[in-house]
Every structure is written in structure tokens, then in C-alpha cells.
């Protein structure tokens, strides 16, 4: 079984839509968790941390789930800027932090 | 602004030459610099994480003489892809973390290698 798992999709959505993605992980023991937003031929970027107790950020709401291991990403009301690759990211404690392979969104008028 | 720099950004070479990849943080000091690589269509791959003063720790998989690192400074890290063949073609990433095992990490441009 992979660390981190992502369905690659992709999600085609209409504008507007809401969105989710689930990512989950083989290691009890993380700490930490984060959504980054890849664009085609750039280097990631940090969308959101998630947080034990949930956090949102505008459109975006991220959750946690520690007892069935996932960490999900929620988007209201996409916007065609959102099409993109979403990488969910691990930190199993051993500094090294683990991608999964990333959900391709795609967001069309 | 950038906090991690890479270049170059792009380049092309012929099969069996060298290609130099440099990766430096900008107004932090980065003991630890994690190299990835990633195929089209495909996940950030981790080649090897980059220790400042000792060799580098490459993943399972990864060929060290071929993929060489050096982090010489805290503020540099290399990675050279000796003797480049097709295959090698790729586009390769660095990055450092924000904060010594907080998973957060800062990521560089990125540098897509093409091998004629």
C-alpha cells in the first residue's frame, strides 16, 4: 500500500460546482498535512495547511480525519482558476515530507 | 517573492553530457534541501534528501553517481545528472523545509531537462 493516496481523476466540473477530494495515508504516526495546487510545468504551491480541528480558507475547506486516516479538500463555487493538479501532502514525523500522486481538477464553463 | 531559487529553468543537452542543476534559498539557511522528480502525468517523486556538510541520502532507486548532489553551503544545494541520457528527461524540483519537520515546504521554480 502507497503512504499517500489520491485518486488522480480527473474531476470535470462545471463552474460553480463543489468539489472534493479525499486523500488517504498509511502512516498513523503523521503529524502534519497539506494541500498544495500544481499548475502545468510549475513547481507546487502551498494551498492550505489542515488542521486537527478543520480550517477553511475562502472557497476551500480542509479536513482531517486521524482514526480513518484521510485528509479531505473542499471547494465551493469553482472558478475556472482552479483547474489544476491538487497534492496532498504528509509528514510522517521523519522530516521527509511524502506527496501523493495529486487529483486533476478541471473546471469548465 | 521566491524563497527558494533554481535554475536554470530550462535546458537541453546532448545524451552523455552533464547537466548542473543549482538550488539556492533566499535569506534563510536550509541545513536540509529534499530533491524531487517528476514525469509527466506523474507524482513528485523523492530522489534524495541534500544535508548541508555530509552526503546526501538518496532513495531506494535512485543512482548516486548518476544523480549527484552537493550542498556545500547552508544557501546551496546542486544536483548533477552525469552522462544524461533521454530517459533522464524530466522535470526536476528542489525544495527546503519552512521548518525542520514541519512538512511545509518551500519549493524552488523547477528545472525541466530535456535529453536530445
Known amino acids: 500500500r502507497k503512504e499517500v493516496e489520491q485518486d488522480p481523476g480527473p474531476f470535470n466540473v462545471p463552474e460553480g460546482a463543489t468539489v472534493a477530494f479525499n486523500c488517504t495515508y498509511s502512516?498513523?504516526?503523521?503529524?502534519?498535512f497539506f494541500w498544495y495546487r500544481q499548475d502545468c510545468r510549475k513547481e507546487p504551491k502551498l494551498l492550505m495547511s489542515?488542521?486537527?480541528s478543520g480550517n477553511e480558507d475562502g472557497r476551500f475547506t480542509a479536513q482531517l480525519n486521524r482514526a480513518s486516516q484521510y485528509i479531505s479538500l473542499l471547494i465551493r463555487d469553482s472558478k475556472l482558476s482552479d483547474s489544476a493538479t491538487y497534492l496532498c501532502v504528509v509528514n510522517g514525523g521523519s522530516y521527509i515530507p511524502t506527496f501523493g500522486r495529486g487529483t486533476s481538477l478541471i473546471v469548465h464553463p | 517573492g521566491a524563497v527558494v531559487s533554481q535554475h536554470p529553468s530550462r535546458v537541453i543537452c546532448k545524451s552523455g553530457t552533464s547537466v548542473k542543476i543549482e538550488c539556492r534559498s533566499l535569506?534563510?539557511?536550509?541545513?536540509?534541501m529534499f530533491w524531487y522528480r517528476q514525469f509527466p502525468k506523474q507524482s513528485l517523486m523523492l530522489m534524495a534528501t541534500?544535508?548541508?556538510?555530509?552526503?546526501?541520502?538518496?532513495e531506494q532507486g535512485v543512482e548516486k553517481d548518476k544523480f549527484l548532489i552537493n550542498h556545500a553551503s547552508l544557501t546551496l544545494s546542486t544536483l548533477t545528472v552525469t552522462s544524461a541520457h533521454p530517459e533522464d528527461s524530466s522535470f526536476y524540483i528542489c525544495?527546503?523545509?519552512?521548518?525542520?519537520?514541519?512538512?511545509?515546504?518551500?519549493f524552488g521554480e523547477g528545472s525541466r531537462l530535456t535529453v536530445l
Open positions: 502512516n498513523s504516526a503523521s503529524q502534519s
Open positions: 535569506d534563510f539557511q536550509a541545513t536540509t
Open positions: 489542515v488542521y486537527s
Open positions: 525544495s527546503a523545509p519552512v521548518m525542520r519537520g514541519s512538512g511545509e515546504l518551500f
Open positions: 541534500s544535508n548541508e556538510g555530509s552526503k546526501a541520502t538518496y
